[in-house]
């Protein structure tokens, strides 16, 4: 495993919010959402990123940017545009005021913004793609990151972004499911890129990942998650004792070995659940869990929802056909789309 195959393996989406954005001057998105990791790919004109703290980031067409929660931000077509619209908690969109912008803004299937004219030219579409839970993106993974980070469109190439576009517009069963398999692949292809850049290798969190002990241990951990691994036969197999592996590891990744292990073994779990088939006694096994029920207090007390709840609503998701033209109230969230604004 290469130093940066764990923290990449960390983003699964599961009913993310997957958005197209139609903007047309002057406009203005302050997000207060919080969402714990949001992907911005512009796909026409321009936006600029403007953080509570840092400096205003221009994007341009092909260009990409990831937020990281709780930060607030905000999304305009100009610096000195004042705010047009409110992004809540919950992807409610307000007015500055606070009335409801539910209605005047849902433009059709995914598709969301202030553009009513018949010529694109002067309008902005961007892609925008919401992590909501946090068991959704590694803790690792996010610690590694800063609060934004962006890839102009000749730093990187790859198809996703034009594919993610084309896929946000299709009204179908089980559409939910693509989206999220897409958004995980866009968003890993960007932070691939990232990670590789000299900004990146700047950060102490990118700089530590190639301490050899502790990527033996995260070899040893997901190559084998079922095996009954203590911190002794962890540090055993690595070479070192135990103080000195729990003090390395927690230095690299920010967090003692078998919680980090604990963590791991979860988001497997998550996976697996969603598979035909698939059990909580089955997936416990796999997982390394002696019986469903240890599986299952540690699945709700990390991920805030019992194992069956999480297959259920993964389920409901991937079966949801995606909701039409223009729902009406009651439609406005199914399938993981709120079009009352973007997340």
């Not at 990791?37 to 400096?55: C, F, M, N, S, Y």
């Not at 998650?225 to 003090?247: I, N, Q």
Request: aromatic share 4%; net charge neutral.
């Amino acid at each position: 495993m290469d130093p940066f195959a764990g923290l990449l393996d960390g983003p699964r989406a599961r009913g993310a919010f997957a958005l197209r954005t139609l903007m047309s001057p002057p406009w203005s998105l302050r997000v207060l959402a919080e969402s714990p990791l949001t992907l911005l790919a512009v796909v026409r004109g321009h936006a600029w990123v403007i953080p509570d703290a840092g400096e205003p980031v221009r994007l341009g067409t092909g260009d990409v940017a990831v937020t990281r929660g709780p930060d607030h931000y905000s999304v305009a077509d100009d610096p000195a545009t004042p705010t047009t619209v409110v992004i809540h908690p919950g992807q409610h969109c307000a007015t500055p005021e606070g009335e409801s912008l539910a209605e005047q803004m849902a433009l059709g299937v995914r598709t969301w913004g202030n553009h009513r004219g018949t010529d694109p030219a002067h309008s902005t579409l961007m892609l925008v793609g919401a992590y909501e839970s946090a068991g959704e993106i590694g803790d690792r993974l996010r610690r590694t990151l800063p609060p934004l980070l962006w890839l102009a469109q000749d730093q990187w190439e790859s198809p996703l972004v034009g594919l993610l576009c084309e896929e946000m517009a299709k009204d179908r069963a089980g559409q939910a499911a693509v989206l999220d398999r897409l958004l995980d692949s866009l968003l890993v292809a960007v932070l691939q890129t990232w990670l590789a850049r000299p900004q990146a290798a700047a950060s102490p969190a990118v700089r530590s990942q190639g301490d050899p002990v502790v990527e033996r241990v995260l070899r040893l951990m997901h190559a084998d998650p079922a095996h009954p691994w203590t911190l002794e036969r962890l540090a055993r197999r690595a070479g070192t004792s135990r103080a000195a592996l729990a003090r390395r590891f927690h230095e690299v990744v920010g967090q003692p070995p078998m919680a980090f292990l604990t963590e791991w073994r979860l988001a497997l779990a998550a996976d697996l659940l969603c598979e035909p088939g698939a059990s909580v006694g089955s997936v416990a096994e796999q997982v390394g869990y002696s019986t469903p029920y240890a599986l299952s207090t540690a699945f709700k007390r990390v991920r805030g929802i019992s194992p069956r709840a999480h297959r259920g609503r993964v389920m409901a998701a991937a079966a949801d056909p995606g909701p039409g033209p223009a729902p009406d109230q009651s439609e406005v969230r199914r399938g993981g789309l709120d079009t009352t604004g973007p997340r």
